[in-house]
């Protein structure tokens, strides 16, 4: 597959990877819809990429209302005719331990992680099929999708759930002439570590703010995220791994050690219990 005169939709795109794949995506020869919550960011990053044109338009899109998404393909196709490439890829994270975290801010990453992701597949799938050229989704899970800390359960949740959707995804729609892809990422420089003082338990005022034990757990996230990969560096690998047809992109090369480990524990809890099924 080439970029070159493709159509991309990407939320997610004022800042971060989102933000650096509309940049490459560019750079390629694609024309760029960029999308996000923040409309501020939205108008400093399209200016940044030097103003909207021909190939370049931004839209104002809520992941987690369905209305929003679907106003938002509407002015993609309003303003390219069609899409090609659909990037979902919007995403918060929230650090704190299991019976810590408040259910609404549960709520809160489950609607932006996982069900922006569903809502970017079911709405745009219809427009790739429609004109008949094929094209590729990638959906934004993480190397959280594949491992787990104790750290962040809800991210950890909502980031497998967006793995094991886009696996399923993949079998039909491949049949389909549309690709997908999981981008499964390790620590990439972005504002993704300050993206829990958006949530909901923070807005209730001063004293629910003051949660330290999740402050201090977002403190450690934004500095790991401070020194990872360059953004730009993860888009392009992220653009050449879509190329290649992969199912998953990766960039971590000390995290590798972790797929086999899980591998191997998931293979001994199945012997373990066939093992007893023999016995019993
Ligand atoms: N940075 C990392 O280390 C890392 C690692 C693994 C996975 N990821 C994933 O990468 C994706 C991009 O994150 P990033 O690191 O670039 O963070 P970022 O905070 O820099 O960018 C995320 C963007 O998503 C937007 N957004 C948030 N809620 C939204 C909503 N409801 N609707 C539309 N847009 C919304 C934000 O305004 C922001 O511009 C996320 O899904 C994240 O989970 C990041």
Not at 59 to 65: A, E, Y
Not at 116 to 139: D, M, Q, S, W
Not at 212 to 239: I, K, P, W
Request: glycine content about 8%; hydrophobic content about 45%; overall charge negative.
């Amino acid at each position: 597959m080439t970029y070159k005169n493709k159509t991309a939709f990407i939320t997610g795109a004022a800042s971060g990877i989102g933000y650096a794949l509309c940049e490459a995506l560019l750079a390629q020869g694609a024309k760029v819809m960029m999308a996000d919550i923040n409309e501020v960011g939205l108008n400093e990053a399209i200016e940044k990429l030097g103003g909207a044109s021909a190939a370049l338009a931004c839209v104002q899109c809520d992941v987690r209302n369905a209305a929003s998404v679907q106003a938002a393909a509407g002015k993609t196709i309003e303003t390219f005719d069609r899409v090609h490439i659909v990037m979902n890829n919007a995403g918060v994270g929230l650090a704190g331990r299991s019976g810590r975290t408040d259910l609404k801010d549960w709520q809160w990453i489950v609607d932006i992680n996982l069900m922006g992701v569903v809502h970017g597949v079911e709405i745009f799938t219809p427009l790739i099929k429609a004109h008949g050229e094929g094209g590729h989704i990638l959906n934004t899970a993480s190397m959280a999708g594949h491992m787990t800390t104790e750290y962040m359960p809800p991210y950890h949740a909502t980031k497998f759930a967006v793995v094991g959707y886009s696996e399923s995804i993949a079998q039909e729609l491949s049949q389909q002439d549309i690709a997908v892809t999981c981008l499964c990422p390790t620590w990439v420089k972005s504002n993704i570590g300050r993206s829990g003082d958006n949530r909901p338990s923070a807005s209730v005022g001063q004293a629910a703010r003051k949660n330290e034990h999740l402050e201090s757990a977002q403190n450690s996230v934004a500095a790991l995220v401070a020194n990872g990969m360059d953004a730009d560096r993860m888009a392009n690998l992220t653009l050449a791994m879509m190329a290649e047809g992969r199912m998953h992109v990766f960039n971590d090369p000390e995290a590798r050690p972790v797929i086999d480990i899980r591998a191997k524990a998931l293979a001994a809890d199945y012997d373990a219990a066939l093992a007893w099924l023999k016995a019993n």
